[in-house]
């Protein structure tokens, strides 16, 4: 029982560490990423759609990306998308495909990036406590409702703990990476 409790607590913790990843590639850095666009909602035959899911994303080169629609018709849709993003990127068309310059940061503008990724790394940890926040109760629950040892308990709270201090040093050690990358000129 309390084995399940610890591997449940672990995959979801594992998956917090993932999506504060994926929240992290759509964080600018001055080089381009088709991963900071892709998501974005286009209003397709009045239905949001996923950048993604109607069109291709390259980055032929270090500062532009190129969005090519598979339906020509969605250009100025894809188009007006971007650009009202709040990611500061002036798309330009020319009838077939989309691209997108990258302009490089400013260093205030770095700053601001990397207080915006710090943040969006406690939020991660955060996530990650209150993982274990519930894991714990659960152990509590067990000893109470069925008698499983104090020692066995105490034990799985300090196996519950090491797991929140590993996952929580893959996200320190991603925010490293992401602030490096940002202020890297």
């Not at 409790?5 to 600018?28: G, N, Q, Y």
């Not at 088709?34 to 032929?60: C, F, R, W």
């Not at 940890?125 to 714990?136: G, K, L």
């Not at 629950?141 to 104090?150: D, I, M, N, T």
């Amino acid at each position: 029982m309390i084995d399940e409790i610890l591997k449940d607590a672990d995959e979801k913790m594992k998956k917090s560490v993932i999506a504060t990843s994926h929240e992290f590639a759509t964080v600018r850095t001055g080089r381009a990423s088709g991963a900071i666009i892709e998501h974005l909602s286009v209003d397709y035959y009045g239905t949001k759609t996923p950048l993604n899911q109607m069109a291709s994303i390259t980055v032929p080169e270090p500062q532009s990306l190129v969005v090519q629609p598979w339906d020509k018709s969605a250009l100025e849709a894809v188009e007006k998308a971007i650009m009202q993003s709040d990611l500061g990127l002036s798309p330009s068309n020319d009838g077939n495909i989309i691209r997108v310059p990258f302009p490089l940061l400013s260093e205030e503008r770095r700053k601001d990036l990397v207080r915006h990724v710090k943040k969006l790394a406690e939020n991660g940890r955060i996530s990650v406590r209150n993982i274990r926040r519930d894991a714990n109760e659960r152990i509590k629950r067990l000893e109470k409702e069925h008698g499983v040892a104090e020692d066995d308990g105490k034990r799985a709270h300090d196996e519950c703990q090491d797991l929140t201090n590993q996952h929580i040093a893959e996200v320190d050690t991603l925010v490293q990476a992401k602030e490096l990358e940002i202020m890297e000129v």
